[in-house]
């Protein structure tokens, strides 16, 4: 059963960082894309960052780029988003999703995300 965990989310205060975390299982990731996606209340879902897991191509939103970092775990088949210099509109809810490689695929698995909220 193809699985995606996500944790590591919570509150921090602005200025902070906070490590998240995507567990997958029932799966084994080589020809996947990873990506991690934000959804605020009130707002449509957004794309934040992506690594391809056997090559380590990553790629991110404008709006993080600098601050946060897309990174994976071979052995732990896991992929982190480290986030620094978090800002109030950081907060939402981070979802982990995957697609295969092929060109025009889509993102057809998702975790359950976990909540970030940015606050003093």
């Known amino acids: 059963q193809v699985q995606l965990v996500e944790s590591g989310g919570g509150l921090v205060q602005p200025g902070g960082s906070l490590r998240l975390s995507c567990a997958a299982s029932?799966?084994?990731?080589?020809?996947?894309?990873i990506g991690w996606f934000r959804q605020a209340p009130g707002k449509e879902r957004e794309f934040v960052a992506a690594?391809?897991?056997?090559?380590?191509?990553?790629n991110y939103a404008d709006s993080v780029k600098g601050r946060f970092t897309i990174s994976r775990d071979n052995g732990k088949n896991t992929v982190y988003l480290q986030m620094s210099s978090l800002k109030p509109e950081d907060t939402a809810v981070y979802y982990c999703?995957?697609?295969?490689?092929?060109?025009?695929?889509?993102?057809?698995?998702w975790g359950q995300g976990t909540q970030v909220t940015v606050s003093s």
């Open positions: 999703a995957v697609k295969p490689v092929y060109a025009g695929a889509t993102y057809n698995y």
């Open positions: 029932g799966f084994t990731l080589d020809y996947y894309t």
């Open positions: 690594i391809t897991w056997r090559a380590g191509n990553t």
